[in-house]
């Protein structure tokens, strides 16, 4: 059974950093893109960043691009998210997310996701 | 960067209707188009991919079609269990982009 399972949401003051993690089960995690997307409290989603399943290729959304950085150990079967000078804008659920495909795809599986809430 | 922009944004309907909601791209993206079901509290769920491929496990009364910019997802008659948000994305190229959503109200 695929698992995603997201850690690290917490309060932060606004410019601190945060470190999400999202450890990956039943499926051959090294063969996979992989994404995360975020949801503001009441809001739609948010697609924030995806890494190819190599890791050797990374994409950011402009609203984050400089201060977020995924990356992924495929080794520990688990995905990151390292988020610096965080801003109140940047309080959500973050949910990582398999994609289809090594390098691309939509998120066939999904974990339930983690707050993180950016308040002094 | 594509902008997707779904209409309605929320819609009232009864069981057993057939309810379809409509996603646009601010360019073409051929067919890398997937539709998503959020309950809420919960992880959004894959329904449709490649803009009319249903996803294991989902029920045949979701339906999606289009190609290039004008997409719909379509629910043939509507059950208890589908009253959520539903959310366009696209994949065609990076950054992705989902639309806003369309609340599905109960009438």
């Known amino acids: 059974e695929v698992q995603l399972v997201e850690s690290g949401g917490g309060l932060v003051q606004p410019g601190g950093s945060l470190r999400l993690s999202c450890a990956a089960s039943g499926f051959t995690f090294s063969s996979y893109a992989m994404s995360w997307v975020r949801q503001a409290p009441g809001e739609g989603l948010e697609w924030v960043s995806t890494i190819i399943h190599s890791g050797g290729s990374t994409y950011h959304a402009d609203s984050v691009k400089g201060r977020f950085t995924i990356s992924r150990d495929n080794s520990k079967d688990t995905l990151y998210l390292q988020m610096n000078s965080l801003r109140a804008e940047d309080t959500a659920v973050y949910y990582c997310?398999?994609?289809?495909?090594?390098?691309?795809?939509?998120?066939?599986?999904w974990g339930q996701g983690t707050l993180v809430t950016v308040s002094s | 960067d594509i902008q997707m922009t779904q209409s309605p944004s929320s819609v009232s309907a009864s069981v057993g209707d057939r309810v379809t909601i409509t996603c646009r791209a601010s360019q073409g993206i051929s067919n890398w188009l997937a539709w998503y079901q959020q309950k809420p509290g919960k992880a959004p769920k894959l329904l449709i991919y490649?803009?009319?491929s249903l996803q294991t496990g989902v029920p045949s009364r979701f339906s999606g079609s289009g190609s290039g910019t004008d997409f719909t997802l379509t629910i043939s008659s509507l059950q208890p269990e589908d009253f959520a948000t539903y959310y366009c994305q696209q994949a065609y190229s990076f950054p992705y982009s989902f639309g806003q959503g369309t609340e599905l109200e109960n009438k």
């Open positions: 997310a398999r994609l289809t495909h090594h390098s691309y795809g939509y998120g066939d599986y």
């Open positions: 490649a803009a009319s």
